[in-house]
């Protein structure tokens, strides 16, 4: 999963996710298969968070992926076999205005202008996350710590709030996969450092 700013970075966002998405196919070789064991090749997906996207798509999910398409007679492949690819594109907006339970929920985990408290109460409230002291304060420290990372560039505590960021994300049952993507897009780091954020030996 990718968080990005910018909508318009200079170049089509979602090129460089289905890039990400070939990129991560390609890296299975040698771990989900060896020699001509295409067979084994696992779907992959490249999530991306838009944060301040053009009006014309915010509170909007779009997804792109591989499908069959006969141009001449009528065959079928199995699906398993050409569907290895979906990018998905998550365009945030105004809260008030997200459409899906999904927008909501990313809408107030993201937004810079509600604090950590509200954030726990609006979880606990409208989506029946049930907050313990933990969940509380990794929340607090992944959004306090987090924002200012991002927007003063303040490097003391960057570790701390990658480290709640990874803590939180497990705690919501995000997959490894994506807690990995996410805090290398966020955090700018070179995937053997998040890594090791990710199995939690940084700092030991």
Not at 49 to 66: A, D, G, L, Q, V
Not at 103 to 107: A, D, I, R, S, Y
Not at 186 to 193: D, V
């Given at each position: 999963?990718?968080?990005q ?13 289905i890039?990400?998405c ?14 001509s ?11 991306w ?31 398993a ?8 594109m998550?365009?945030l ?9 999904l ?5 107030v ?7 950590s ?5 609006i ?5 029946h ?12 420290l992944?959004?306090n ?12 505590g ?9 803590s939180?994300?497990?705690d919501l049952?995000i ?8 805090i290398q897009e ?8 998040a890594?090791?954020?990710l199995?939690g030996?940084?700092?030991?």
């Open positions: 999963m990718e968080a700013n910018d909508f318009y970075p200079g170049y089509p966002l979602i090129k460089r996710g890039y990400y070939s990129r991560m196919i390609s890296a299975q070789y040698g771990t989900e298969f060896t020699n064991h295409y067979e084994n090749i696992k779907k992959v997906y490249s999530i968070i838009c944060m301040n996207p053009p009006k014309s798509r915010e509170n909007s999910i779009t997804r792109y992926y591989i499908a069959e398409e006969n141009l001449a007679g009528s065959v079928k492949e199995r699906k076999d050409y569907d290895l690819m979906a990018a998905v998550i365009c907006g105004k809260e008030e205005d997200s459409g899906t339970n927008l909501k929920l990313l809408n985990l993201l937004s810079t202008e509600t604090g408290q509200d954030k726990c109460q979880l606990e409230k409208d989506f996350i049930k907050m313990t002291q933990t969940l509380e304060s990794e929340v607090s992944m959004c710590l987090s924002k200012g990372v991002e927007e003063k560039g303040i490097e003391k960057r570790q701390e709030g990658i480290i709640a960021m990874v939180a994300l497990k049952q997959a490894d996969s994506i807690i990995l993507n996410k966020k955090f700018h780091l070179a995937e053997e450092t890594k090791m954020y199995q030996t940084v700092g030991k």
